[in-house]
């Protein structure tokens, strides 16, 4: 069982920052990929990055070289740095991750808003 809280979500002028954090209960933090999505109103869910255990990061082309993705094993926690944002980056962002022993579709935290908005 993997629980995921999300935290770090708000309010931002587009060109700000924000960072979000992900911390995570359960046995092995350390052995499975994790990632965060984001969801817009109206829209389908979206991947926005992902990180392997070893540290090996994959990002979407709409947030790459503005978002990064980093994790702290001994903490288990995931963040993910948000620079230059703009207002299309404005959704509920989830914390989530899928190792092979997880219900289908996985686990999935309960989200933060992110609005970018001046």
């Known amino acids: 069982q993997v629980q995921l809280v999300e935290s770090g979500g708000g309010l931002v002028q587009p060109g700000g920052s924000l960072r979000l954090s992900c911390a995570a209960s359960?046995?092995?933090?350390?052995?499975?990929?994790m990632g965060w999505h984001r969801q817009a109103p109206g829209a389908q869910r979206e991947l926005v990055a992902t990180?392997?255990?070893?540290?090996?990061?994959n990002y979407a082309d709409s947030v790459k070289g503005r978002f990064t993705i980093s994790r702290d094993n001994a903490k288990k926690m995931v963040y993910l740095q948000m620079d230059s944002l703009k207002p299309e980056d404005t959704a509920v962002y989830y914390c989530?991750?899928?190792?092979?022993?997880?219900?289908?579709?996985?686990?999935w935290g309960q989200g933060t808003q992110v609005t970018v908005s001046s």
């Open positions: 990180i392997t255990s070893s540290g090996t990061t």
């Open positions: 359960g046995r092995l933090f350390g052995v499975y990929a």
């Open positions: 989530h991750t899928n190792p092979p022993w997880a219900p289908k579709g996985g686990y």
